[in-house]
T-cell receptor, first 111, second 113 residues
Framework: QQPVQSPQAVILREGEDAVINCSSS?????VHWYRQKHGEAPVFLMI?????EQKGHEKISASFNEKKQQSSLYLTASQLSYSGTYFC????????????FGPGTSLSVIP | DTAVSQTPKYLVTQMGNDKSIKCEQN?????MYWYKQDSKKFLKIMFS???????INETVPNRFSPKSPDKAHLNLHINSLELGDSAVYFC????????????FGSGTRLTVV
């Protein structure tokens, strides 16, 4: 079953912060996050495994609450290069290595 | 060197034709996938192979047939193309086992006219 993402779209000014949420109705093994720019392939950002860990690099980080089957992606001090569509992908506990992607969140960063 | 390469990048063809898309990865990954992205950007898994063995076969018309001659290659053959097959098809690979992210190819934009 496809995870739900919110918001559908967000517009930010450079330097502002954003949070993108992802939730599933199934018990999850992992959550993936990808960014796709227009006309390009999705690019892997990070994976969070069951255990509620938080990950991050530079100004992009994510958390995973396995009890609530939710993950959030945090973008701080946004840059123009952050623009794109962000997809979460979930693997549930009954089907490892089968990533089901959410509908995406369109993020636009303007000067 | 491109990690996951797909050919062709663009494919325009008439209804009823048969076409193939090729995918190769040089990352040494064990698992390869085909995803379809429609005009609304929904990314839907179609197939996955682990070391030449079919693992995932989603509800996809049997006009679509994947073939993996070795673990570095996964091709997609489509028979009797229909208008609704128009989409971007992405190949991806990973180390598998659910613990690793996917590396996607650049995609093949298929247009059926």
């Amino acid at each position: 079953q496809q995870p739900v993402q919110s918001p559908q779209a967000v517009i930010l000014r450079e330097g502002e912060d954003a949070v993108i949420n992802c939730s599933s109705s199934k018990a999850l093994y992992s959550v993936h996050w990808y960014r796709q720019k227009h006309g390009e392939a999705p690019v892997f950002l990070m994976i969070l495994l069951k255990g509620g860990e938080q990950k991050g690099h530079e100004k992009i980080s994510a958390s995973f609450n396995e009890k609530k089957q939710q993950s959030s992606l945090y973008l701080t001090a946004s840059q123009l290069s952050y623009s794109g569509t962000y997809f979460c992908g979930t693997e549930d506990e009954t089907s490892y290595d089968k990533v089901i992607f959410g509908p995406g969140t369109s993020l636009s960063v303007i000067p | 060197d491109t990690a996951v390469s797909q050919t062709p990048k663009y494919l325009v063809t008439q209804m009823g034709n048969d076409k193939s898309i090729k995918c190769e990865q040089n990352l040494g990954h064990d698992t390869m996938y085909w995803y379809k992205q429609d005009s609304k950007k929904f990314l839907k898994i179609m197939f996955s192979y682990n070391n030449k063995e079919l693992i995932i076969n989603e509800t996809v018309p049997n006009r679509f047939s994947p073939k993996s001659p070795d673990k570095a290659h996964l091709n997609l053959h489509i028979n009797s193309l229909e208008l609704g097959d128009s989409a971007v098809y992405f190949c991806a690979s990973s180390l598998g086992s659910g613990d690793y992210g996917y590396t996607f190819g650049s995609g093949t934009r298929l247009t059926v006219v």
